[in-house]
C-alpha cells in the first residue's frame, strides 16, 4: 500500500491545530472531545465502526474497529489522543510548521502521529475491502499524560488478544520491557513551637533535608553507577516540596513529592523498602525523626510476554518497508504498553522518530511516519490474514 507524505501532513496538521491538552496537568486544557469527534466525522464515509467512548465527563476514547469474520484474535492498535500543556511555547504549538522531513508543533509526534499512523493504516483497509480473520481496534486513549484512565477503561471494557502501543520511539525500534515508577508523597512531622523554643520544637525542614540528600546519595551511588542494561538508570528525581507556616514558628510539617522508578523484576514495594531504610537511618541520628510514606500513583514496569508473533508479523512488515526487521530494545521512560500488558494482552510499543516531546519545538519525522502507517497496514494483514 502507498501511504503518501502529503496524507500524513494533512491530517496530522488538522490535529495539532485541534488543542487536546490534558486537563489532569493542565486545568484549562480542553481534553480530547473535539479531536475525537473531528475523527469520527472524518471516519464516517467509511465501512469502520466508530464509537465515542466515553470515560470520564467529556472525555471519550475514540473507538474505531474493522471488523474480521470473528475467527481471528483482536488486534488493539493504542495511540494517545490527549498532549501536555504549552505554555512555554503559547503562540507557536497550535500552528504546526513543516521544515524538510519534520513537522513541528504540540503533540506531532507525541502522540499525534500515532493517532494519524493507525487510522490511515486502518482506513486505508477499509477501503480496500481487505478481509481479515480478527478485528483491528484503534484506540485512540484519553489521560495518557495524566493517569492513563484512558487504557484503564480500554482494557477494562474490551477484548483484545494482541496490542501495539504508538509513541515516538524511532523506527525500527520494538520496546519489549520499560520501567515502572511512583509518584510518592514523603511526609516528615515536626512538632510546631515559638522560634525561641529549641526545647520544645521539632524542625520538620532540617528533618527532611536529611532525608532529601539521602535519597540523593542512594541515587549517586546506587542508581546512576548501576544503569540497567535495556532500562537505563532507574529513574529518581524531586518534584515539589512544602513546609512551615511561617518565620517564627518551627515548621511541624514537611511534604516532598518525588517520581521514583523500578526496573523489570522490580515493583515500588522495592523503592519503598529504601525509603525505609533511609527512616531507620536518620532516626538513629535523630530519634525524634517521624516520617511517613504516601504513595499518590504506582505503576509498574512493562515486561512484554507472548509477542511472538505479532513480532513476526510485524518484523516481515519492517523488511517490506524500511529493509530491516524490528529492533527489540528496553526504554526507561513508563507508557501504557504497561496496563495492556498486565492485564494480560501481548503488547509491543513501536513508534516514528521525533523530538522535544513535553517542550517547546516538538518534531516528528513526517517519512518515518509515512513508514509506519505502512508497516502497520502490513502487520495487520500478515497477522490477521
Ligand atoms: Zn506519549
Redesign the pocket.
Known amino acids: 500500500m502507498e501511504f503518501t507524505r502529503e496524507q500524513v501532513v494533512d491530517l496530522l496538521s488538522t490535529l495539532v491545530r485541534i488543542e487536546s491538552v490534558t486537563p489532569w496537568l493542565i486545568e484549562t486544557g480542553k481534553g480530547e472531545r473535539a479531536q475525537a469527534e473531528y475523527l469520527a466525522e472524518w471516519l464516517s464515509d467509511t465501512s469502520l465502526e466508530v464509537t465515542l467512548d466515553e470515560v470520564q465527563d467529556g472525555r471519550p476514547n475514540l473507538l474505531v474497529r474493522l471488523r474480521g469474520t470473528g475467527e481471528g484474535p483482536t488486534l488493539c492498535i493504542n495511540a494517545?489522543a490527549d498532549t501536555v500543556g504549552y505554555g512555554n511555547w503559547p503562540t507557536r504549538a497550535l500552528e504546526p510548521v513543516i521544515e524538510g522531513d519534520r513537522m513541528i508543533g504540540l503533540g506531532a509526534a507525541?502522540?499525534k502521529a500515532?493517532c494519524v499512523s493507525a487510522l490511515l493504516a486502518v482506513r486505508a483497509l477499509a477501503e480496500n475491502n481487505v478481509k481479515l480473520n480478527g478485528d483491528v481496534l484503534v484506540a485512540c486513549v484519553i489521560d495518557?499524560?495524566g493517569v492513563s484512565i484512558g487504557t484503564e477503561h480500554l482494557v477494562a471494557n474490551h477484548k483484545m488478544d494482541y496490542a501495539i502501543v504508538i509513541?515516538?520511539t524511532g523506527l525500527p525500534i520494538a520496546i519489549t520491557e520499560h520501567q515502572g515508577f511512583g509518584w510518592i508523597d514523603i511526609i516528615v512531622h515536626g512538632k510546631a513551637a515559638h522560634g525561641s523554643a529549641a526545647d520544645a520544637g521539632i524542625d520538620s525542614i532540617v528533618h527532611m533535608a536529611e532525608v532529601v540528600t539521602r535519597l540523593h546519595e542512594l541515587d549517586e551511588r546506587e542508581w546512576a553507577p548501576n544503569p540497567d542494561p535495556l532500562n537505563g538508570r532507574t529513574v529518581f528525581h524531586t518534584g515539589t516540596i512544602q513546609g512551615g507556616t511561617d518565620y517564627a514558628t518551627y515548621p511541624s510539617k514537611t511534604v516532598l513529592g518525588i517520581e521514583i522508578g523500578s526496573q523489570p523484576g522490580e515493583t515500588l514495594d522495592n523503592r519503598i523498602a529504601d525509603i525505609n531504610q533511609i527512616f531507620a537511618d536518620i532516626t538513629a541520628k535523630y530519634p525524634n525523626f517521624h516520617g511517613e510514606i504516601d504513595v499518590k500513583l504506582n505503576r509498574n514496569p512493562f515486561v512484554g510476554e507472548g509477542f511472538e508473533l505479532l513480532l513476526a508479523a510485524m518484523n516481515k512488515a519492517a523488511i517490506e518497508v524500511i529493509g530491516k526487521p524490528m529492533a527489540p530494545q528496553g526504554e526507561n521512560s513508563w507508557?501504557d504498553a504497561a496496563l495492556l500488558q498486565e492485564a494480560g494482552i501481548p503488547t509491543l510499543l513501536v513508534g516514528p522518530a521525533g523530538g522535544n516531546?513535553h517542550a517547546e519545538d516538538e518534531w516528528v519525522s513526517i517519512s518515518e511516519v509515512v513508514q509506519m502507517t505502512d508497516i502497520l497496514y502490513r502487520t495487520i494483514i500478515e497477522l490477521l490474514k
Open positions: 494517545h507525541d502522540d500515532g495518557e499524560e509513541e515516538p507508557t516531546y
